[in-house]
């Protein structure tokens, strides 16, 4: 069965306090993973994916295949990155269409 | 450059109606997805449309059908709407096998 599974749906940390939030994923094959963030009263966005290995805005996410998991990581938290956030995964490769598969998003919350 | 667009943006129906949802894709986008996001859900994948062929479908029953037209811009209807059909509706564009841009949605109540 193909699902992302985040099991947290509201995370609360202090700013500067540090920022995991985890999502694992089950899918037969080889999948390419994504990080999506929705602040408020925006439109959903991409923040970052597995392929392209960069940071933005200071998070980072490393893909575990042995554990299939894509953590979203930031050291020090900012209010302005309040939001929810939905990890995604989609096929990779000829005869993928490249539909999204979402877990069901965990709200971050960085209290002053 | 425009980014994705969606009309309405609100939208009250009945049960049994049918409605009909509006998607402009981003400038030199082929490809259109839509996406049905129930309240404190993430988003679920209901069909793409690539050169106007539907192309990829999720788990959704034939009463959501959808259109794409020669500009890319697309359509999605649902006939006989119950009240489960209540949520947000997100289009997304792309090129090719590049980034989706997600428009801001469409929030259909069914009472």
């Known amino acids: 069965a193909q699902r992302v599974t985040q099991p947290e749906k509201l995370l609360s940390v202090f700013k500067g306090a540090p920022v995991e939030l985890k999502c694992n994923y089950s899918?037969?094959?080889?999948?390419?993973l994504f990080w999506y963030v929705q602040y408020s009263r925006q439109r959903l966005q991409l923040l970052l994916r597995h392929i392209s290995r960069e940071s933005i805005k200071g998070f980072t996410a490393d893909l575990n295949k042995g554990e299939t998991s894509f953590h979203l990581k930031k050291p020090f938290a900012q209010e302005e990155d309040s939001a929810m956030y939905y990890c995604?995964?989609?096929?990779?490769?000829?005869?993928?269409?490249?539909?999204?598969?979402f877990g069901q998003g965990t709200t971050l919350q960085v209290k002053p | 450059e425009t980014g994705v667009t969606q009309s309405p943006t609100h939208l009250i129906k009945t049960r049994g109606q049918q409605v009909t949802l509006r998607c402009s894709s981003q400038?030199?986008?082929?490809?259109v997805s839509w996406y049905q996001q129930a309240l404190g859900q993430g988003p679920q994948f209901i069909f793409q449309y690539y050169r106007e062929e539907e192309n990829g479908r999720g788990n959704f029953p034939p009463r959501f059908s959808g259109l794409q037209f020669p500009n890319y811009s697309s359509e999605l209807n649902v006939n006989a709407l119950e009240l489960d059909d209540s949520a947000l509706y997100l289009c997304?564009?792309?090129?090719?096998?590049?980034?989706?841009?997600f428009g801001p949605g469409t929030r259909l109540l069914v009472l």
């Open positions: 995604a995964l989609s096929g990779r490769g000829s005869g993928n269409t490249g539909k999204l598969i």
């Open positions: 997304a564009s792309r090129k090719g096998q590049e980034t989706q841009y």
């Open positions: 400038s030199g986008h082929n490809t």
């Open positions: 899918y037969s094959g080889s999948p390419e």
